[in-house]
């Protein structure tokens, strides 16, 4: 396989506490070549990390993934440094979407990440599983993630 060149990577060394950016991706290795760097800084820098995955990539994709490209994966997920989950794990857990219990997970989850000693929440979130009829409710959760993402020390794609 020839090696891709990964512009992305060098500007989200840039991302500060408070930023949210949307990836667009043809396939599951672009997104990998995006967010493998990405977790890979978050790990070395002391972050707890969070990874939802959804088509084209399910969690145990992302899990093989990160094991083979990320140093020293297994000792950050044996420390509980990362949690990946499923979409129907985080976004789904009470068989539907809550746009409140949503928000307050990713708030609770960067509480508790500080009250471990880590530095923030970096956290990405993929919205492949949603419909067509749940954009419009999706759009007012992504407005409130912006309006609460710059309260916290939280980054997220």
């Keep these: 396989m020839r090696k891709r060149s990964n512009p992305a990577a ?4 840039g991302m500060v ?5 949307c990836q667009f991706y043809r396939q599951a290795e ?3 070549d995006t967010l493998i760097p990405y977790f890979a800084a978050g790990l070395e820098n002391n972050e707890f990390c969070m ?3 959804a088509e084209p990539l ?10 083979e490209r990320i140093p020293d994966f297994e000792r950050y997920e044996r420390e509980g440094q990362i949690e990946i989950l499923g979409h129907d794990e ?7 979407f809550d746009r409140d219990r949503v928000l307050q997970g990713w708030v ?8 471990q000693g880590y530095e923030g929440l970096r956290l ?5 599983w949603l419909e067509k009829e749940d954009w419009a409710g999706f759009t007012e959760y992504e407005a409130a993630v912006d309006a609460v993402i710059g309260n916290y020390k939280m980054k997220a794609i």
């Design 17 to 21: 506490w408070g930023s949210h950016i």
């Design 108 to 115: 609770d989850k960067t509480e508790q990440a500080l009250a």
């Design 51 to 53: 990874w939802v995955t």
């Design 30 to 32: 672009d997104m990998l």
């Design 10 to 13: 060098a500007f989200l060394d």
């Design 90 to 96: 985080w976004y789904l857990a009470s068989g539907e």
């Design 58 to 67: 399910d969690k145990e994709q992302a899990l093989a993934a990160a094991r």
């Design 124 to 128: 990405t979130g993929n919205t492949f």
